[in-house]
């Protein structure tokens, strides 16, 4: 069955949970500011969460907002600089080092949540939490959690000759050649269409696809521990070495071509690696008969990850009063505990149990059992820039022909120094 059809079947009765109330009609009351990213097919679901829960929580009002998707984290930093920020906010885990470092984040309230332990959360979402614990605590509750695989088009594949199946490559050496047999060629052995290729043009799913290569070498883009640049080593160096003879030995793609999910949701590329889950209902969209993969490993890999886990929280905000973050902390429970209702009304994934069950199809099975395996990419303060360098310093070498020797310890200094600079604003806003 297609997520699709799970969706539309669940969709249908869902049921209502209630959240004991806090308090008698002589609680204080509270109103709770709650900032969520623009996402349509989910308000909809918000807005009758806020009044179930108003319902059963008569003492607290929620003030529910949702801000376009361009402006949301600019909006959300000048707020919190001002002191007006909301009580409960949503945000990538791409960003959350940002909001750690300025403690902005106030650590999860397992007694106002009406949990007994940790690990009733840890059972709930397992790795999907690791985005958001800093020093072994745990700052947010997962909203949606997303990872990549491969996906394939099967009518490539089989005009090939191949089978996704059964050949599909298990590890990135074996994939030029299997890339090479999908792609076709002009007159000047330019390809029209590409067999396979990494998502350039698109720097999240560059950043969270790259790094997981480096992660199956044991190596990273930045290392959280030092809070230094990580790239200048033998083993980053062969890892962007593949990168560069993907692009000018094997001629197999490069920055220069349209992102890869559009050219495959065109029929334009055999194999795309950056779709999550939510990706499998554009699939039926777009008409293609597909097959989802795991990701190759390396033949030397020391970690058995395949690309990189990201995930949305909902935080609250450690400046408001302590009631407002107990009651914060009972909606944020309310909020996610209907995690089956925004999967089957939104595609918004988790890894809870009830809603793990019901992506039963095989395409399906293979996110959640890499999703088990799955890291999360380095969270730091300055992402954007530090992405912007890591972007330019790959560009320099793919298309700019440099040696991985010259500019990985250039790109490693540039990085220091955005990450240094970075967290000194973030550091600043504490005072």
Known sequence: MTLRRLAFAFAVGVAVQVVVGLG???AQQVTLKVWMHEHPPRIP?????VAEFEKANPNIKIQYDVLGVAEYSTKLLTAFASGSGPDIFNQTSALVAQYFTSRIMAPV????????????LQDLYGSGLDGIRFGGRLYGIPTEVSNYACYTNNTIWKEAGLDPMK???RTWEE????????????ANGVPRRRGFDFNW?????????????????GGTLVDEATYKAALDTPTNHRTFQYLIDWAAKHRLGGPQYTDSRTDFLGGKLGTDCTFGIWGIPQMHDAKIDFTVRPAPRFADATSDNGMNAYAYYMMVNARSSTA?????????RYYSDQAERLFAGSGLFVPRPEVAARAIDANSRVFLDELKKAKFPPRVVGYSQVLDAVMRGRDRMIQGGEPAAKVL???NKDIDVILQRERARAEALNR
């Open 175 to 186: 994939f030029p050649a299997i890339a090479e047999k999908l792609t076709q060629r002009d």
């Open 167 to 169: 050949d599909f490559p």
């Open 109 to 120: 309230d397992l007694a106002a949540m009406g949990h007994a332990n940790e690990k009733v």
């Open 45 to 49: 679901i918000d807005k009758a969460i």
């Open 201 to 217: 043009p698109s720097a999240g799913a560059f950043w969270n696809s790259f790094n997981a290569l480096l992660q199956q070498r």
């Open 24 to 26: 008698g009609a002589a």
């Open 324 to 332: 407002v973050q107990k009651a914060a902390w009972a909606y944020v």
């Open 409 to 411: 310890p250039e790109l």
